[in-house]
């Protein structure tokens, strides 16, 4: 496992991380022997960093998360999350100090190495969106909570508008930033084109890497679609709503198959590996988020990651499939 330094927090952080969330869903509803024994195996191959959230399972995640780790007496890095509800917004200073207190007691830790917001961000502020003015509340609570020991870094998701996205990232406040990209929509990475359907990330990933923030690079395999298939796992969710690709997450599916070349000429045993790889090997990823399902889909993402970034010519093949061809839809 190669580790990387996540931006001006210094932390070395696994190439892979692991993925506490309801998608993949180990940590939320899959048994706790197999939850116990998929995390001491990450560990053992090398992962080190954890993310999970109070969303995730209405903190059954946390739950389950710190348990193992306690049982484990394992020494990782953990990262959490904030998320703000309408009833908030008038309080969001004490509503953050809330939530990481009861994300602690939750985890059974003393201090979060990781806390970000996760609300989408935008200009103007509606019932689930932070406008970019709100943040100056959340970044003056996460501070007090770090005089105070409970919380080490700082970060946000990146959802919401890219311009405001861009904004805050230039604004040197915050360590991190999580951002989508994967083969299905890469433009955190690569230029956009006239004409592209989704979501224009607008460069996100240098953008941030610029101004000294870690990137978390999530929804590797598009919430699963980029298996090519459209079985679930049981312990995983069985609908997963798209995050900056297609309305369906069927027609994500459908279009992974796009990818399918990867596989047909040897490149790639399948379409997970080529979503792995193509993500691990872009410049200025501090890790990858991988949602896990089971201790089998663990082995095979580290196995996946340990071959390589993709050679650079068959990259550029993806970028025409992934990018150029968009106009033509």
């Known amino acids: 496992m190669k580790y990387n330094v996540c931006g001006s927090t210094g932390l070395r952080v696994s190439q892979l991380g692991f993925g506490c969330g309801a998608v993949g869903g180990l940590l939320v509803r899959g048994d706790y022997p197999a939850m ?18 109070p969303l995730y399972g209405n903190g059954q995640s946390e739950v389950n998360l710190g348990a193992v780790l306690r049982e484990l007496a ?29 994300s602690l007691r939750r985890l059974g830790r003393s201090y979060i190495d ?5 609300n989408h961000i935008a200009y103007q502020r509606d019932h689930e969106r932070l406008a970019i003015g ?25 959802l919401g508008e890219s311009a405001a996205l861009r904004q805050i990232t230039a604004g040197g406040r ?11 929509n890469p ?73 399918a070349f990867l596989v047909e000429e040897g490149i790639v ?8 790889r193509f993500v691990s090997g872009t410049a200025g990823v501090s890790t990858a988020l991988i949602g896990i399902s089971s201790q089998e889909q663990l082995e095979q993402a580290v196995e996946y990651v340990e071959r390589g970034p993709l050679p650079a010519d068959v990259v550029e093949r ?12």
């Open 36 to 53: 116990r024994q998929a995390v001491a195996r990450a560990i053992e191959l090398g992962i080190n960093y954890f993310d999970t959230a």
């Open 74 to 102: 394992a020494d990782v890095l953990v990262g959490s999350k904030v998320r703000l509800s309408a009833e908030d917004m008038n309080q969001i200073g004490p509503a953050v100090v809330r939530s990481v207190e009861a």
């Open 114 to 118: 990781l806390i970000q917001v996760h």
């Open 134 to 158: 709100d943040l100056d509340e959340v970044l003056t609570a996460f501070e007090a909570l770090q005089r105070q020991g409970k919380v080490r870094f700082w970060g946000l998701t990146g």
């Open 174 to 184: 915050f360590h991190t930033i999580q951002v989508p990209y994967n083969l299905l």
């Open 187 to 259: 433009s955190a990475a690569l230029p956009a084109p006239g004409g592209f359907p989704f979501q224009d990330y607008e460069l996100l990933i240098e953008h941030a890497t610029q101004h000294g923030m870690g990137v978390i690079v999530i929804r590797v395999l598009a919430g699963g679609a980029l298996s090519g298939s459209l079985e679930r796992h049981p312990v995983a969710a069985q609908s997963v709503a798209p995050i900056a690709t297609n309305r369906t997450y069927d027609a994500d599916v459908a279009r992974a198959q796009r990818f």
């Open 269 to 276: 045993g399948n379409l997970v590996e080529a979503a792995i």
């Open 318 to 329: 993806i970028k025409a499939v992934a990018m150029q061809d968009e106009v033509r839809r």
